[in-house]
């Protein structure tokens, strides 16, 4: 499994901008499919955005479709999380995770490697 530390996220107005990023300790982080959750109050966990291990191929949720950038950098060890035009429904903790290896779902059962969560705030 991979350590995982979230930074960046806070505060910012709807329509604006947010840049997220996680970094990865161990030295296998670079065969690791990650991806980006959040989580709201009240509800359940969902899936943001996946990055493949070459950073070729990634996958967004149709509620960030067109607004959010996954990006990874393998020799930094860390994968990044671009938000624009946020809305107050982006208002939600964001988890960084790694997907277990021979899994290829994007449900949260199958990612066992998560990061602690950094508030990501919108206001109207």
């Known amino acids: 499994q991979l350590q995982l530390v979230e930074s960046g996220g806070g505060l910012a107005q709807a329509g604006g901008s947010l840049s997220i990023s996680c970094a990865a300790s161990?030295?296998?982080?670079?065969?690791?499919?990650m991806g980006w959750f959040r989580q709201a109050p009240g509800k359940e966990r969902e899936f943001v955005a996946g990055?493949?291990?070459?950073?070729?191929?990634?996958t967004y949720g149709d509620l960030v479709k067109g607004r959010f950038t996954i990006s990874r950098d393998n020799f930094k060890n860390t994968v990044y999380l671009q938000m624009n035009s946020l809305k107050p429904d982006d208002t939600a903790v964001y988890y960084c995770?790694?997907?277990?290896?021979?899994?290829?779902?994007?449900?949260?059962?199958?990612?066992?490697?998560w990061g602690q969560g950094t508030q990501v705030t919108v206001s109207s």
């Open positions: 990055i493949n291990w070459t950073g070729g191929t990634t």
């Open positions: 995770a790694g997907r277990r290896q021979g899994y290829y779902g994007l449900g949260s059962d199958d990612f066992d490697s």
């Open positions: 161990g030295l296998t982080f670079g065969t690791y499919y």
